[in-house]
């Protein structure tokens, strides 16, 4: 990884779900969402791999739609009578396989009659969904559904520099180049690896430096392994 590498990446305020780094692997899935209102269906559904940001793309269009954020499960148990109060947004988060067809066609319907939509993220898109019923997998699978990527090192580099950053952490580009090679893929994983190396850094008043890296890579790793 080049000095350069993480300040090349766009910036963009999250309100309230914290800084958002645009990047290559999620650029389609952001231009989608600032599409809205004017998407062409009342759903987008937007998918990747655990760890790539899906969630904050969701939580950023939260900020700016109102939307109401919904698990697959919570779906039977919607009374809609947020309807009558104008909420017309709303978020299926992390859509599985198994949840209630019935309620999502019912649920689906309502939001498309008060001219409302919905943001669903996922880890495959609707059409390799094994859905049994035919209406709710015509609806889903002509709606749009953007593809997320895995974080590449542009954008890795980028989210570590600014988790460094927000803790007032100085490190410089040999441990971040380092880092890069051997960390895990992920959001969460940056967000933990960055943790730890400021309470290892605290606990031995020292710098964060490679050999420190290395030491709490181990350690991580022995702790993933060790579950």
Request: aromatic share 8%; charged share 20%; glycine share 8%.
């Amino acid at each position: 990884m080049s000095e350069q590498l993480a300040l090349d990446l766009a910036h963009r305020v999250a309100l309230g779900a914290g800084d958002f780094l645009l990047a290559p692997c999620n650029s389609d899935a952001v231009g989608w969402l600032d599409r809205w209102p004017d998407w062409p269906a009342p759903a987008l559904t937007v998918h990747g791999p655990a760890g790539s940001g899906k969630t904050h793309m969701a939580h950023v269009w939260q900020a700016r739609s109102g939307a109401r954020l919904l698990r697959p499960g919570d779906i039977a148990s919607q009374a809609f009578s947020a309807f009558d109060s104008g909420n017309l947004c709303w978020i299926v988060d992390d859509v599985t396989p198994g949840f209630d067809e019935e309620a999502f066609l019912h649920f689906y319907n309502a939001v498309a009659e008060h001219g409302g939509h919905i943001l669903i993220t996922a880890r495959t898109p609707p059409s390799r969904w094994s859905l049994a019923l035919a209406d709710l997998r015509s609806r889903l699978t002509a709606a749009p559904a953007v593809a997320v990527g895995r974080p590449d090192d542009a954008l890795l580099g980028g989210v570590l520099v600014k988790l460094f950053a927000d803790r007032q952490l100085p490190v410089g580009p040999d441990v971040l180049t380092y880092l890069l090679a051997r960390m895990e893929r992920s959001f969460p994983a940056a967000h933990r690896l960055v943790a730890a190396l400021d309470r290892h850094a605290l606990a031995k008043r020292s710098r964060i430096t490679v050999p420190l890296a290395r030491d709490v890579l181990t350690t991580l790793s022995e702790d993933t392994n060790g579950e």
